[in-house]
């Protein structure tokens, strides 16, 4: 019979867990004393939680312990790098009822790591409580390495909009995966493990973007922030995005509107950014439209935005 964290106990868990975690250059003293000890070599960290409640942020009847780990993290190292900053170090709570699998735990841990691991950051720390519903607690810490933080309230009128990373995947994924499927298996990947584009944001700091933000709730609710943050017009181009083949097909088969997904759609932790109109933006980057003076708010084609608004944490 497989053995529970119930039976294994808090100190046996935690060992097994450290066990499989390297401590990178970044973290000075890793887990096993009272906190640890992470490196700020210009006195300054970033930092950011988040927390996924099995049932509303995952469910394990659609994802895999190793993909809900890689997600967690995702989710964290993700906002670093919005910052302009490179991540350098997870803490990972983790509250999780008595009869849960050892091997889930496990095999969560190993997907954290190895999300770390694609990022260049490693696990510090952390903590495991009972609970009678799993959740997962994730704080990054990040380093700005002598760069100014890029925030969401810099950006201004005539500034370029681009988009780095996948947009609309994990929502296709998901609607998938609600009507009962499981294909195309690219989208339900994607929605299960979503692939951040960690290195576009420290260097589109070095590029000199004005704004940035992760784009976790959809393009244009996390445009909006940055577009009220500003005070500026966000002006969006449905022209400038490209709709891959598997939205046209999956969409056709779900009677759903493969734009909303790009416009829409949460989870996929792409990078949107604004840019002074005359830099030269690497391939990893998409203009897809422009900042003007207005009411501070984001339109398409020039009209507010008729779809889904995009993730609300109590919808």
Known sequence: MEATVGELGEFALISAMTDRLPVGAHVLLGPGDDAAVVAAPDGRVVASTDVLVDGRHFRRAWSEAYDVGRRAAAANLSDIAAMGAVPTALLVGLAAPGDLATAWVLSLVDGVRDECEAAGASVA??????????????????????????????????????????????????????????????????????????????????LGASAMIDVSDGLVADLGHLAVASDVSVRLSSDAFHVPQEFLDTSRALNADPMAWLLAGGDDHALAATFPPDVDLPMAWSVVGRVEEGEAGVLVDGEPYAGPGGWSAFD
Request: hydrophobic share 40%; aromatic share 4%.
């Open 125 to 206: 720390g952390g903590d495991v409580v009972r609970s009678e519903t799993l959740t997962v607690s994730v704080t990054a810490l990040g380093s700005l390495e002598g760069r100014d933080p890029v925030t969401r309230s810099g950006a201004r009128p005539g500034d370029l909009v681009a988009v780095a990373g996948r947009l609309g995947w994990a929502a296709a994924g998901l609607a998938v995966l609600s009507r009962g499927f499981r294909s195309p298996r690219v989208l339900v990947d994607a929605h299960r493990r979503p692939a951040p584009p960690y290195s576009a944001g420290p260097g589109a700091a070095a």
